[in-house]
Structure formats: C-alpha cells, structure tokens
C-alpha cells in the first residue's frame, strides 16, 4: 500500500494501535475539507504495531483531547516537504468538555450550560475525577 507523503500538513504518529479511529473521531477530523488519511496496524518497532493519521492540511488541533485518547502520539507538522516541528503529547492535566459526567446527580447532569471539567488525579493509571462531584471519569 502506498500513501502519498505529506507536502504540507500534519501527521499524528505513534498512536496506539486501534485507537486511530478513536482519534479520528474525537478530534472531528470528518468535519475537514482536505485529505486525510488513516492507516491502522502499521508495523512499529517499539510497540509491534501502532496507526497514523496523515493530515493534508495545517489545521489546529485540540492537544488536550489527543492527550486524553493518545498520550504517546506524536504531531509532526510538515512544510515544503520537510519536518519543520514535532510534539509529544501527554497526558492534559484538566479535560474542559471532552467527556461527561456519569453522575446523575452531579450538578453538570442537572444543569445546562455548567463546563464537564476533569482534573487528573492518578498519572499512571489515567484516572480524572469530575471536579464537581468527584465521579471518576469514564472511558
């Protein structure tokens, strides 16, 4: 299989495998006008195997969610060809609107227009807690 290289753009690299899609999604990358391409189960001498997403245009990404769904992806943004900068993305120490809360009592269940905040409260084990009601946040 053969995907054009980036000319300019963005590639996320480094994703685990089975979680491009996952990525995909949650980043809204259908909502683009430009080509992108997911390539899953990419061989990977670290991991075995792990997905990319190529991105065919410089658009601006939300670091926190690829942190959340991705902690070990890279961004490569790419110019003229060439690798001009690339970022490790890790863990976001506080998730604003990227999961909700499972709590039905939790005052972001009862009231509209109240933020889902998550802190991150166990590094290791990825683990955040609503920081109204301290629900434990689920995947």
């Not at 996952?22 to 990419?42: G, P, R, S, T």
């Not at 970022?87 to 009592?105: S, Y």
């Amino acid at each position: 299989m053969k995907i054009d290289p980036i000319i300019n753009g963005i590639v996320i690299d480094h994703i685990e495998a089975g979680k491009g899609m996952k990525v995909y999604d949650i980043l809204n990358l259908f909502e683009l006008d430009c080509m992108v391409a997911l390539i899953k189960n990419v061989p990977s001498k670290k991991t075995g195997k792990k997905d990319i997403i190529k991105i065919d245009s410089s658009v601006e990404l939300d670091f926190d969610v690829l942190g959340y769904v991705a902690p070990e992806a890279t961004v490569n943004y790419i110019k003229d060809g060439k690798l001009i900068n690339k970022c490790k993305v890790a863990l976001p120490e506080t998730l604003k609107n990227v999961i909700k809360c499972k709590n039905p009592r939790c005052i972001t269940s009862v009231e509209q227009n109240v933020d889902q905040v998550f802190k991150l409260v166990d590094k290791e084990n990825r683990v955040y807690r609503c920081v109204y009601c301290e629900s434990k946040a689920k995947d």
